[in-house]
C-alpha cells in the first residue's frame, strides 16, 4: 500500500488519545526501575523493622544490664551533690539521683550531643551500649555473617535423613493444617522450591504442544524423554513438556507428548519466559507475524535505494 493512501485512510488521533498513548508509554518505562526501587526499599524496611530492630533490642538489653554499674546512693556524698568518688571511681548523678560511672556518663553526654540524656542509669547504660557496641557499620556485617551461617548449618541439617524426616513431619503437622497459613505457605513453598531447589529443572528446547485440547497451542519446556511405559505403548518417541502458566511460569502442568505431535520453537529460553510472563505480548522479533505500518514503510524505503543504482547504471554509462 502507497504511504500517502495509509495516511489518509488512517483515522485521526484526539488529543486525549494522543495524550493516553504518551502517558501510558512513559509509564511502561518507567514502571520497571521504580517497581525494582519500591521492592528494594520494602525489602531494607521489612529487614530493619522484623530481624534488625528487634535483635537489636534484645542485645542491647541483655549487655546493659550485664555490665551496669548503677546506685541509687552512695554513702557519705551530700544530697545536692553531682558528683562524687566511690571506690576509687568517679560517678555522676542521673536526673532520677541514681548514681553511674563517670566514664560511662561523659561518653553518653559526647555521642548523645543535643539529644536530652535519659533520666536513669539503666537508660544511659543502654544509651552507651547502643553507641559503644551496636553501631551499624559492626552490626549489619555481623548479622549478614550470622545468618550465612545459620542458612549453611540448616542446610547441613536438612542434607542429613533425620533432618529431612524432622522438617517433612513439622510441617504436615503444623503449617499444613492451619487454615489460612497452609495456603500461602503452599504457594510461596512451590515457588522457592522451583526457584531455589538444588535439584535444578533443566530444559532442553522449547516446543509448542496442542493443549489442553485439539487446535489449541501452548509453549512447553521439553524436560526429558518421557517414561518407558508411555513410550512403549505409543509406538514412537515420547517427550515430558512442562507447560507453564502465564503469568507467572513457576507453576504449571506436567504433560506427556508424542514427539511427532510437538513443533519445536526457534526461540530461546528467555524469549519464551518472556512471552509467557508477558501474557503473549512480548514476541521475538523473527517470529512475529505482522509488521508495524512504520517497519513496513522503512523496508520499502530501503528497497528502492538497494534498486536506485541498477536502474541508474544504464545512464552513466550512456553518457
Not at 23 to 44: H, Q
Not at 187 to 202: A, G
Request: hydrophobic share 40%.
Amino acid at each position: 500500500m502507497d504511504p500517502e493512501s495509509s495516511k489518509k485512510n488512517a483515522a485521526p488521533v484526539s488529543g486525549f488519545s494522543a495524550f493516553r498513548r504518551a502517558l501510558l508509554r512513559g509509564l511502561a518505562i518507567a514502571a520497571p526501575p521504580l517497581l525494582t526501587f519500591v521492592i528494594f526499599i520494602w525489602i531494607f524496611s521489612t529487614v530493619q523493622n522484623y530481624i534488625l530492630a528487634p535483635i537489636e533490642s534484645t542485645a542491647r538489653t541483655t549487655i546493659a544490664w550485664s555490665i551496669q554499674d548503677v546506685h541509687r546512693e552512695l554513702p557519705n556524698v551530700a544530697p545536692e551533690a553531682t558528683r562524687a568518688e566511690y571506690k576509687s571511681i568517679i560517678y555522676r548523678k542521673t536526673a532520677n539521683g541514681q548514681w553511674v560511672p563517670g566514664k560511662i556518663y561523659d561518653f553518653v553526654y559526647d555521642n548523645l550531643r543535643d539529644q536530652p540524656m535519659p533520666a536513669s542509669g539503666y537508660g544511659i547504660y543502654e544509651q552507651y551500649v547502643q553507641y559503644r557496641y551496636l553501631q551499624r557499620r559492626f552490626t549489619i556485617p555481623l548479622l549478614l555473617c550470622v545468618c550465612l551461617l545459620a542458612l549453611y548449618f540448616t542446610g547441613k541439617f536438612m542434607a542429613a535423613g533425620l533432618g529431612r524426616i524432622l522438617w517433612n513431619a513439622s510441617e504436615r503437622q503444623i503449617m499444613h493444617r492451619l487454615p489460612i497459613i497452609r495456603n500461602v505457605y503452599g504457594s510461596v513453598k512451590q515457588v522457592t522450591d522451583f526457584l531455589l531447589n538444588e535439584q535444578e529443572i533443566q530444559f532442553t528446547r522449547v516446543v509448542a504442544v496442542e493443549y489442553p485440547r485439539k487446535g489449541m497451542w501452548s509453549l512447553g519446556f521439553v524436560t526429558s524423554e518421557s517414561l518407558l511405559d508411555i513410550k512403549d505403548k505409543a509406538g514412537e518417541p515420547v517427550v515430558t513438556i512442562l507447560v507453564p502458566t502465564s503469568p507467572m511460569p513457576a507453576t504449571g502442568f506436567t504433560i506427556n507428548a508424542k514427539k511427532s505431535e510437538t513443533i519445536e520453537l526457534n526461540i530461546t529460553l528467555d524469549q519464551a519466559f518472556q512471552f509467557i510472563v508477558s501474557c503473549g505480548v512480548v514476541v521475538p522479533s523473527h517470529q512475529q507475524t505482522s509488521v508495524s505500518p512504520v517497519a513496513g514503510q522503512i523496508q520499502s524505503r530501503l528497497k528502492q535505494r538497494e534498486e536506485e543504482p541498477q536502474g541508474a547504471m544504464p545512464h552513466q554509462e550512456n553518457g
